[in-house]
Nanobody, 125 residues
Framework: QLRVEESGGGLAQPGGSLRLSCAAS????????IGWFRQAPGKEREGVAC????????YHAESVKGRFTISRDNIRNTVYLQMNNLKPEDTATYYC??????????????????WGRGTQVTVSA
């Protein structure tokens, strides 16, 4: 079974930065697609960023473009989400997810089968 685990969440001030990590176990990230998603209270889960393994495809949602960056470190078997210039509206539980396919279509939650438990990100002064 594919397993992923998030870490790195916490409290940040507006304009601050955090780096989330998604560590894989039981499989090699080199051949897997990874997505970062978030869900705020009362809202639907939304795609933040996705990175494929098979075709170099990378996606960032418009709301985070220019502020967040997804990247992979195949040696550490980890995918990162660097979040800069954080805003209060970025407050949510962040999840990473993977699937057996190597790529994604539109970075939607429905494309991913295996999920971590999530890490809380709170942006507040």
């Amino acid at each position: 079974q594919l397993r992923v685990e998030e870490s790195g969440g916490g409290l940040a001030q507006p304009g601050g930065s955090l780096r989330l990590s998604c560590a894989a176990s039981g499989f090699t990230l080199d051949y897997s697609v990874i997505g970062w998603f978030r869900q705020a209270p009362g809202k639907e889960r939304e795609g933040v960023a996705c990175i494929s393994s098979s075709d170099g495809n990378i996606y960032h949602a418009e709301s985070v473009k220019g502020r967040f960056t997804i990247s992979r470190d195949n040696i550490r078997n980890t995918v990162y989400l660097q979040m800069n210039n954080l805003k209060p509206e970025d407050t949510a539980t962040y999840y990473c997810a993977t699937d057996e396919w190597g790529t994604f279509t539109d970075c939607s939650p429905q494309e991913f089968e295996y999920w971590g438990r999530g890490t809380q990100v709170t942006v507040s002064a």
